[in-house]
C-alpha cells in the first residue's frame, strides 16, 4: 500500500525510474524498526478495510530546528490509491491531530512537495496553512522543494 500510494501520489513529480525502484521490503523494515524504537509522543495510526490496511498516518515530535516543545509532526500519511477521495485520508489527518493534542502539543506540522498541488489542497480544506517556509528534500533521486504547513491543534 505504501508503495502503490508513493507510485501515485508522486508520479510526475519524481523520477519515474526511482518510483520503480521503491521496495516493499525497504518500507517494510523502515516501519517495522519505527516499532521496534518508537519516539516519546509518538505513533502511528492505520486504517483498514476488510482486514486491509488502506491507510496510515505517523505523528511525532516536529523535527524543526525552529519548533519549540510544543510542536508535533505529521511526518507521513497515505492512503491506497484505491480508495483515494474516500474520507480515509481526511479521516486519517483528523486522528493524528486528536493524537497530537493528547501528547500534549498545541501545534503541527508537516511537510509537502512544493509542486504537490493535490496535497496542498487536500491539507488547506482540512484547516492547515502553509506558513511561509520553504526547504529542500532529498528523495535519493533529487532534491525537490518543500513546503511547510501547520495547524492549531
Known amino acids: ?23 516493499v521490503d525497504e518500507r517494510e523494515a523502515q516501519r517495522l524498526a519505527w ?4 519516539t516519546p509522543r509518538s505513533g502511528i495510526l492505520v486504517a483498514e478495510e476488510a482486514g486491509r490496511v488502506v491507510g496510515f498516518v505517523t505523528y511525532a515530535p516536529s523535527r524543526d530546528d525552529d519548533a519549540g516543545e510544543e510542536t508535533g509532526e505529521v511526518p507521513a500519511i497515505y492512503v491506497d490509491p484505491e480508495v483515494f477521495g474516500g474520507g480515509i485520508g481526511r479521516a486519517l489527518l483528523e486522528d493524528a491531530a486528536a493524537a497530537l493534542r493528547e501528547a500534549g502539543f498545541a501545534r503541527a506540522s508537516l511537510w509537502v512537495l512544493e509542486r504537490n498541488e493535490r496535497a496542498r489542497h487536500f ?31
Open 123 to 153: 491539507y488547506e480544506k482540512a484547516g492547515w496553512r502553509w506558513d511561509g517556509t520553504v526547504s529542500q528534500h532529498d528523495f535519493d533521486c533529487a532534491n525537490r522543494p518543500v513546503v511547510r504547513y501547520v495547524t492549531d491543534l
Open 35 to 38: 516499532f521496534a524504537d518508537p
Open 1 to 23: 500500500m505504501h508503495v502503490a500510494s508513493w507510485r501515485h501520489a508522486y508520479r510526475g513529480l519524481l523520477p519515474d525510474d526511482f518510483l520503480e525502484k521503491l521496495s
